[in-house]
């Protein structure tokens, strides 16, 4: 069946660091591909999307790009902030099918 | 617009009670999720609804949870007997269509303690 693996945390950033989340999937067909995040307190929203290959998401300096070839879809900002500490969720569709979620902390 | 509703937002009870949990989608939403998100684990995928369609039910962990989606629009889970590994945030989400590529919508979630 469809799954997705993202890696584990905590993600443990200075300001200004760069940042990636690995996430890969499996599934037939042709998936769409999602991240979602979830701020202290907040409930899941959606950061990014891209619903076919090659297709880049972006959103708040977050990017990630639909590699079909290497069933990827990884997250990554330039240089992140304090207020991107959150839980971040690899997601696939139909259904949503999400990773186990990856918790990133950013100090100043 | 009004987003996606839960209620409650907290609930405690007795092990071997039932529970009823309510969603009130975005309003125009015909596609209705539940999820749970269980401490420790991700989040995990309950049941769907799709209008008229019959629901997919693939999701549910056992039958003592079941739901259902009245006039298309407010959804119920009900769990009966409750265990206390049934304690979990079960979150509620809605899409325009069900379409693969849409977003959902989540709700603030209910938090669910089984003692």
């Excluded at chain 1, 639909?66 to 992140?80: A, D, M, Q």
């Excluded at chain 2, 309950?46 to 549910?60: E, R, V």
């Excluded at chain 2, 265990?83 to 693969?100: I, N, P, R, T, W």
Aim: proline residues 4%; negative net charge; hydrophobic residues 30%.
């Amino acid at each position: 069946g469809n799954s997705v693996t993202q890696m584990e945390g905590p993600v443990t950033l200075s300001e200004e660091a760069f940042l990636t989340i690995n996430c890969t999937y499996t599934a037939t067909g042709y998936p769409s591909l999602f991240w979602y995040v979830q701020y202290p307190g907040e409930g899941l929203q959606l950061l990014l999307k891209a619903t076919k290959a090659d297709d880049k998401g972006s959103n708040k300096g977050f990017e990630a790009t639909y590699r079909k070839e290497t069933t990827s879809f990884h997250l990554e900002k330039g240089s992140v902030q304090v207020s991107d500490s959150a839980v971040y969720f690899c997601a696939l569709s139909p259904g949503l099918i999400f990773g186990t979620g990856t918790r990133l902390q950013v100090f100043p | 617009g009004a987003g996606v509703s839960q209620s409650p937002s907290n609930k405690v009870t007795e092990k071997g009670k039932d529970v009823e949990l309510r969603c009130d989608p975005i309003s125009g939403h015909t596609a209705l999720y539940w999820y749970r998100q269980s401490l420790g684990q991700g989040l995990e995928f309950l049941i769907y609804f799709q209008g008229n369609s019959a629901p997919d039910k693939s999701g549910l962990p056992s039958d003592r949870f079941s739901a259902e989606r009245t006039g298309g629009s407010v959804s119920t889970l009900t769990i009966q007997r409750t265990q206390q590994e049934d304690s979990a945030v079960y979150l509620c989400a809605s899409s325009l269509d069900g379409g693969a590529g849409e977003t959902q919508y989540f709700g603030p979630g209910t938090r669910l303690l089984v003692l």
